[in-house]
């Protein structure tokens, strides 16, 4: 209790401030369960706990309807901690306190929004209509994005929560009326176990394009570094998974997709969770509170290789305090109309087509265990996986993977840090953002090699 209270405050302090030079670097994590997180929140080591230097909005959909998050809807900025009457996290905790170790200038913002049980064609997409099975789950594109959805919602699309507090434009527009610049830095993105039991499986690949393409879009930024974390092997009934025998491909087409839409667009990376443990034998939809940690390191890493290979992150949305009211949604190119966010000057064109289908593989990039190591996988043709470069242990090294033919779409060979399915430039010398975020990365888990985590 004591503690909660020292953190409380200096989270107060941190808030009065005067606004900072650097602007806060927004983080927005959405997805489904394992974005929502069944991380034990009292296991944690005590500097995760709470983290008064990163701040939080959170939100989850179930409170809606008073399920057990309805009480941790976040009213205003808040610092980063486990949430909901269980004191759960998910990758967010080591996410949040990687990224601040990497960018000490700037401060950190999470927006996350998380909903078990939900998928792109029913609740994510851009302009639905309520889902009339499970109508809590419904519209969550706008319940995040809000004024800057650029949907219209009427008639049989009208929203069924029209009252209710958005999320990412109500975050902005507080940080823009206590004077704090502020820039969207990135979309991470955990899903897909719901489509992978059913036929929508097969159509995911075009589903996530049009979903990123949106979130881009209605954000104004063209070339936002999205991060997504493939589905796991778990999945499987031969690895004692909770999806029906006799849909494995449509595992197969679900994690096939998530590594095409990252291979064929330059702002995209995929991490891999095949060598995470379940939560418990019967639930391996889940992970443990272990594996929730290392996929937020793991994420943080992504992203790092993502701007360093870019070689800045100008790419990112930015906003100037005092630029636009909370109003209307973001215009891509130098201004916008209504205020929103508006996209930086450069940044690479959003993903283009392309058939992801099921046959198509793809492994990814997988980063070895000590600093400063760069892989590179190219992506499979069609039919083929193309099996990515895994780096090895020293550090300074590059590794470079071609294409090689293969049936399946299998995972990743994690290295000893776990697999980030993340380009970087072969060669490249470590910035010093990532070098930070890589020392902080390992403090962690030796700490979890001590039994605190």
Known sequence: MKRSCIALAAF???????????????????GQSNMVGYGVGRQLPVELQSQPDVWYDHYNPDARE????AAATSADWGPLEPKGEARRYGPEITFGRAIAAAYPEHRIAIVKMAQGGTN?????????????????????????????????????????????????????????????????????????????????????????????????????????????????DNLYPANGGPIAAGKEANIDAVRAAQV??????????????????????DDAYHFDSAAYQLLGERFAEAYLALVREEGSSTASSSSSAGSAAAGGGGAAGGGAAGGGATAGSSGS???????????EG???ATAGSSG??????????????????????????????????????????????????????????????????????????????????
Not at 260 to 281: G, K
């Open 260 to 281: 095409t839409v990252a291979e064929e667009d330059p702002r995209v990376a995929w991490v891999d969770t095949d060598d995470f443990t379940v939560r418990s034998p």
């Open 66 to 69: 008073g399920g057990p998050y």
């Open 349 to 359: 064109a959003e993903a283009a087509g392309g058939a992801g289908s099921a046959g």
């Open 372 to 453: 400063s190591t760069a892989a590179t996988g190219s992506a499979g043709s069609a039919g083929e996986g193309g099996r990515g470069a895994t780096a090895g242990s020293s550090g300074s090294t590059a590794a470079t993977g071609s294409a090689e033919a293969a049936a399946s779409s299998g995972g990743v060979a994690p290295g000893s840090a776990g697999g980030c399915g993340c380009r970087t430039a072969a060669g490249q010398g470590p910035v010093a953002a990532a070098a930070l975020a890589l020392v902080a990365l390992a403090g962690l888990r030796r700490r979890r090699s001590r039994g605190q985590g």
């Open 362 to 364: 793809g492994r990814g």
């Open 120 to 232: 792109l064609v029913d609740h994510w997409g851009r302009g639905l209509a309520p889902d009339p099975e499970v109508l809590y789950k419904s519209q969550l594109y706008h319940a995040l994005l809000g004024k800057l959805d650029s949907a219209t919602y009427e008639g049989d699309r009208a929203l069924r929560y029209p009252e209710e507090v958005t999320r990412l434009d109500g975050a902005l527009a507080r940080l823009e009326s206590e004077g704090h610049p502020y820039e969207i830095a990135a979309l991470v993105w955990m899903q897909g176990e719901n489509e992978a039991g059913w036929s929508a499986a097969f159509s995911y690949g075009n589903t996530l394009r049009g979903f990123i393409a949106a979130i881009r879009a209605d954000l104004g930024v063209p070339g936002l570094p999205v991060v997504l974390g493939r589905v796991s």
């Open 12 to 30: 107060a302090l941190s808030l009065s401030a005067p606004a900072i030079a650097q602007p806060v670097k927004v983080f927005v994590l959405a």
